[in-house]
């Protein structure tokens, strides 16, 4: 039996996650669970799941749920999220599953790879910010970390039992986001429920619109270079509308290995929570008969700025992707609350690149410096601008 220790119970992930331990209650208990302020939900889970340690966003939610649960465990803020990564930390089955949005992730992964807990990210900020030392801390520590993306999933798939040496790329398919059919003028106009309306996903809010602007797509290469140790020049983006091939790889006798299946997260959670087994779960299979057709296309960095900021950051590494994710949190942030326009996004992202001083080979502290530095100055300006 498993013990999960999930962070971010509440979301879209995690609530996903949550479905596959009741479809198997025999495979999982669950050591601890985080929300930042959904309290009602993280109850009904504390009482569905009985987890021995639970972490809420603020300290004064933390207290009434204290009193509610007398003999729980109880934390809150980062602070609270490390505690429950790293809960029980002897416990030779415990599986983190880091379901957070946003830097926030970062911290709770570093230190569960350092008690030698297996990791199974979603979180891809975690990656896109500090791949290079999490890839360390994984070889120093010798832990295991899955990803939980379609893509990545799809690609850690396709690569079973091959030999590494031969891939000669990496293919990765994207659906093209909210606005897939919209020219460039189209956007400037467009609103908050238009882009949060995605047309094969259900997700969380901010995946959602990275979705739209595709740094979804640029920080699932910069993941998928850290995952699978390719420079950028071997992975490609293809838009494929269907979401029905998750991803690809090409070896070097020019063969391709797809991974395919109907567009659910569930698919991509089991395969990380199972691994290495496969299980049944609620997945539709594929029918047929009535797909009818994969499409694909080329990306343009033009219609989508956001995918070539993400790999020129790759490109140039250091400290540079952890500029282009604070300061597109920050942006989506503003965005979502209705204080810039879409299109404003990528410029505020082009600019911090542009303004924000590079550091070689950063320490976490410098990265998380960096983080502090780029979204104070963003909500500086567009939070006092008239
Ligand atoms: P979500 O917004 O639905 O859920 C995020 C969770 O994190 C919630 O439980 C929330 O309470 C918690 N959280 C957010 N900010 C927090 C903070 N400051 N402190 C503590 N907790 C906080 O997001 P999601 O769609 O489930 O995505 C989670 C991660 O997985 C993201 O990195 C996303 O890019 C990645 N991902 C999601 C999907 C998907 O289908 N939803 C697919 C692939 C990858
Ligand atoms: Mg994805």
Redesign the pocket.
């Known amino acids: 039996m498993k013990t999960l220790y999930l ?8 609530r996903q996650t949550l479905d596959i331990v009741r479809q198997n209650p025999t495979e999982f208990k669950i050591g601890s669970l ?5 309290i009602d939900d993280l109850i009904a889970l504390i009482d569905e799941f009985h987890p021995a340690y639970v972490s809420v ?1 603020d300290m004064s939610d933390a207290k009434l749920l204290q009193k509610q649960f007398p003999t729980l465990h109880v934390g809150w803020g ?1 602070d609270g ?1 490390i505690q429950a990564a790293t809960y029980q930390p002897n416990d030779p089955n415990g599986l983190l599953v880091n ?4 830097i ?2 970062l911290l709770p992964t570093v230190r569960a790879i350092e008690i030698k807990r297996t990791i199974a990210l ?4 975690t990656l896109v910010v500090a791949g290079d030392i999490i890839n360390e801390l994984l070889r120093i520590h010798g832990v295991e970390l899955y990803p ?3 893509e990545h999933s799809a690609i850690w798939q396709c690569l079973r039992g091959e030999d590494h040496k031969t891939i000669s790329k990496l293919i990765i398919t994207a659906s093209g986001g909210s606005f897939r059919d919209y020219v460039r003028s189209h956007l400037e106009s467009v609103t908050v429920e238009e882009a949060l309306s995605h047309p094969n ?7 959602t619109i ?1 979705s739209a602007t595709m740094m ?1 797509k640029g ?1 699932e290469v910069i993941e998928a270079h850290h995952l699978f140790h390719l420079p950028p020049e071997a992975i490609e983006t293809v838009i494929h509308r269907e979401s029905i091939i998750h991803s690809m790889v090409e070896f070097t006798d020019h063969s391709i290995i797809a991974q395919l299946s109907d567009h659910d ?1 569930h698919l991509p959670i089991s395969y990380a929570l199972f691994y290495p087994q496969r299980r049944e779960n609620q997945v539709q299979s594929l029918n047929w008969t009535k797909l009818k057709q994969l499409t694909f296309s080329d990306v343009s960095f033009t219609r989508y700025p956001c995918l070539g900021y993400a790999y020129d950051a790759l490109k140039r590494g250091g400290n540079a992707p952890a500029i282009l994710n604070a300061a597109n949190e920050a942006a989506v942030d503003l965005f979502l609350k209705r204080k810039i326009s879409f299109l404003e996004i990528e410029t505020i992202v082009g600019q911090a690149i542009q303004n924000n001083p590079w550091i070689d080979k950063p320490t976490l502290d410098e990265l998380l410096k960096t983080d502090q530095t780029v979204k104070a100055a963003i909500y500086e300006h567009y939070l006092t601008r008239r």
């Not at 962070?7 to 995690?14: E, V």
């Not at 985080?34 to 959904?38: E, L, Q, S």
């Not at 979603?122 to 900020?125: D, F, G, P």
């Open positions: 962070l971010g119970a509440t979301g879209s992930i995690g985080t929300a930042n302020h959904r966003g980062e999220l379901a957070l949005v946003g926030v992730g979603a979180n891809k900020e939980i993306d379609s996903w259900s997700m969380g809010d901010k995946i990275d979804n920080f997260m």
